[in-house]
């Protein structure tokens, strides 16, 4: 996984709530078994028209916003399904950073197994970037997980708070599995302790 | 540890294997469920890092999510859901996962088959790539869902480093009224405290209403928990729920099951343990439930009308709430029972277990589908699927006009072929009104197996504390 600690780039505001999985990634595109080419599907049927054309209305549609790499939306951003898919389309697409006032639970760890960073803002703020990022154009923030900082290049600034254990991870671009693979003697110990009652 | 514990907190604390320095606590996993659709990169994952699965005795694996169900032996037409499916008895094969696959008697939901092999067990840490993994809750495991990497993780060392959830103590005050089932204190509790109103939070389900529930009701109790963003929901193990494991092919036996029984006794929370946060519920201000939005917190009773925007809650729930007539063509105002549907679902994780078929078939027997209304029904499993037929229901629904298919996830999130057409508008016993979610364009109600049955009959929803029962 690549190292996160600073990142610069274009915003692209979907400011709704409850923006669920089933919308990032829809159904039918789970059926594949690789983690790689999902961008194209990311907000499927909001992307697109039944007829399979893109809907110029459509924020990540409108040439303003291509090649935006950090998403701010409305609180409980990822409810619902599980689908680890909606990271993979998401990062695919090329975001980096996803800023709202809250975040489903599964998908917030989904994003760091991915380098995603999820920056939970209030929701004044959330609605501050949403709001510039609509009125100026080629609107840009800089996102400093070591500083734990957002800012524009004129007046807008926020800290945020975050996990230490996920901020080290993020920032280290550590493989989660290796981690805890070191305590292997723990874990056999564990075990042992531990037999299964009747199976 | 403080003195007085959660039953979470019991369970929580007796699979902490280790607390590393600056990270959370390495949490130790009794059960590992799979299935097709989010294990596949997971064991690609395993292969590439040259790493095996520490414990595939236990783990368990199926196919449900996009098998069709239309009878065993009918070619599946999509071939990429093909490919999935034989990725999975290919990865099973490889690293020794133990499968239930689509010609097994024992196959079925994941969810469903868990508990009724007996590998669901209280006390247990159950985790799946399904967030609906928080159903196992129901007998004081501590079951939660993940993504694919944590996936991996665990097939790699049966362990997740975890941050300790928060608790919520969740009581039902009271027996349920008549014609109110456990799906129905699901709508109602999101309906209450909002999609997100449980988020990091590990619920506990308590009082005489949950007490009351059998197995299955509590099942589709905490199977709902993470539609109001629970981590996990749990139901204290008490004598419903031994009854309901013991003599399971996998539950323990003779000595073994004493001993079982004598720790899953020390499970339930110490009196005056405390919780985060507390909410109570009257149950007799529940209500047969219908949702009339895109998310399952947009609930009704089915006696009310869809809401004015003026009288919902937020101003989130005010801006989402206009979007939401739109796409499921509803005028604030009109009366629930006034909805016609075009489509019933019968089945799903939430609610096709032998006793929700039981109460769809009392509801249907001696009626007939409306002619313009499409049914059907799909138990969680082929040993529902058999248990039922034993009892003659299937004939209680075909005769009724309700289609009678094989056991997988179906319609719930229209994986396999079974899916809305745009515009449908579906009376379904699952857990999701997502847009899209049961095809695209589909307008899912979410509501009880027998009012699902009702609505079938009825052609709109209909109140089942009135209905005619023959």
Redesign the interface.
């Known amino acids: 996984m690549n190292p996160f600690r600073v990142h610069k780039g274009r915003v692209a505001p979907l400011y ?3 923006v ?1 999985t ?2 990032i990634i ?3 595109f ?6 790689t080419g999902f961008g194209e599907f990311v907000f499927f ?1 909001w992307r697109r028209r ?1 007829d399979g054309s893109l809907d110029p209305e459509f924020t990540l549609n409108q040439p303003r916003y291509k090649g935006a790499s950090i998403l701010v939306t ?3 951003f990822g ?7 909606a ?1 993979w389309a998401l990062a695919d697409f090329g975001f980096r950073v996803v800023i709202a006032p ?1 975040f ?3 998908f917030a ?2 994003c760091v ?2 380098g995603v960073l999820t920056v939970a803002l209030n929701e004044a703020e959330t609605a501050e970037i949403a709001h510039r990022a609509q009125a100026i154009p080629d609107y840009e923030l800089t996102v400093d997980l070591e500083q734990k900082k957002v800012s524009d290049s004129q007046v807008f600034t926020a800290n945020f708070s975050i ?3 996920i901020r ?1 991870r993020l920032l280290n671009g550590l493989d ?2 290796g ?5 292997e003697k ?2 056999a110990a ?2 042992a302790a ?1 037999p ?4 | 540890m403080p003195e007085k514990r959660t039953l979470f907190e019991k369970v929580w604390d007796e699979h902490v294997v280790c607390v590393p320095e600056r990270n959370p606590s390495l949490l130790y996993t009794d059960l590992h469920l799979v299935h097709e659709v989010t294990s596949p990169q997971a064991f690609d994952g395993l292969r590439m890092a040259g790493r095996g699965v520490r414990r595939a005795d236990r783990t368990v694996a199926t196919v449900d999510h996009n098998i069709p169900t239309e009878p065993r032996g009918t070619p599946i037409l999509d071939p990429i859901a093909a490919k999935q499916i034989e990725a999975l008895q290919k990865n099973c094969k490889e690293f020794g996962v133990p499968l239930f696959d689509m010609d097994s008697p024992d196959q079925g939901i994941v969810h469903v088959i868990g508990p009724e092999l007996g590998v669901t067990q209280p006390g247990k840490t159950i985790v799946c790539g399904d967030s609906h993994t928080s159903t196992h809750g129901a007998f004081g495991a501590l079951a939660f869902g993940i993504g694919t990497s944590e996936v991996e993780h665990v097939l790699a060392t049966q362990c997740l480093p975890q941050r300790k959830p928060k608790t919520m103590l969740i009581q039902v005050n009271g027996p349920l009224p008549k014609g109110v089932t456990a799906k129905d204190i699901a709508l109602g509790i999101i309906g209450k405290i909002g999609t997100d109103g449980a988020t990091g939070h590990v619920i506990e389900y308590a009082g005489e209403a949950v007490r009351g529930l059998s197995m299955e009701g509590r099942m589709t109790l905490c199977n709902m928990s993470i539609e109001s963003g629970a981590r996990a929901g749990m139901v204290a193990p008490d004598e419903t729920t031994f009854a309901y494991v013991k003599g399971r092919r996998f539950a323990p036996k003779g000595a073994a099951w004493e001993k079982a029984v004598a720790h899953w006794r020390t499970l339930p929370s110490d009196p005056g343990a405390k919780y985060d946060k507390v909410i109570e519920i009257d149950a007799a201000t529940l209500a047969p439930f219908v949702t009339w939005g895109t998310n399952p917190g947009m609930v009704v009773p089915v006696n009310g009308r869809v809401p004015e925007l003026a009288e919902l809650k937020t101003d989130a729930d005010r801006a989402g709430a206009q979007r939401m007539l739109e796409y499921m063509g509803l005028n604030a105002g009109t009366p629930i029972e006034q909805i016609p549907v075009d489509r019933v679902f019968i089945g799903s994780c939430t609610n096709s277990r032998l006793e929700d078929l039981r109460e769809a078939a009392r509801v249907a027997k001696g009626h007939h589908v409306n002619a313009k209304v499409r049914a059907m029904v799909v138990p969680g499993s082929q040993s529902i699927k058999h248990a039922a037929e034993q009892e003659g229901l299937h004939k209680i629904f075909q005769q009724a006009g309700f289609e009678w298919r094989e056991s997988g996830c179906s319609m719930c999130l229209g994986m396999n072929p079974d899916i809305l057409q745009p515009g449908e508008r579906c009376a379904s016993t699952s857990n999701r009104n997502f847009e899209g979610r049961q095809g695209r364009g589909g307008r899912t109600h979410l509501v009880s197996p027998m009012m699902a049955a009702a609505a079938a009959i009825a052609g709109h929803f209909t109140d089942i504390r009135t209905w005619q029962f023959n």
Do not use: F, W
Request: with cysteine; glycine share 4%.
């Open positions: 709704r709530a409850n669920d089933d919308q829809p159904k039918q789970l059926k594949r078994i690789e983690k049927d039944p409305d609180k409980n409810c619902g399904s599980s689908r680890e898919h990271v809250t489903a639970d599964i760890n989904n197994q991915n996990d230490d254990s080290h989660d599995i981690l805890t693979m070191q305590y723990e874990i564990y075990e531990h299964a009652i009747g199976n």
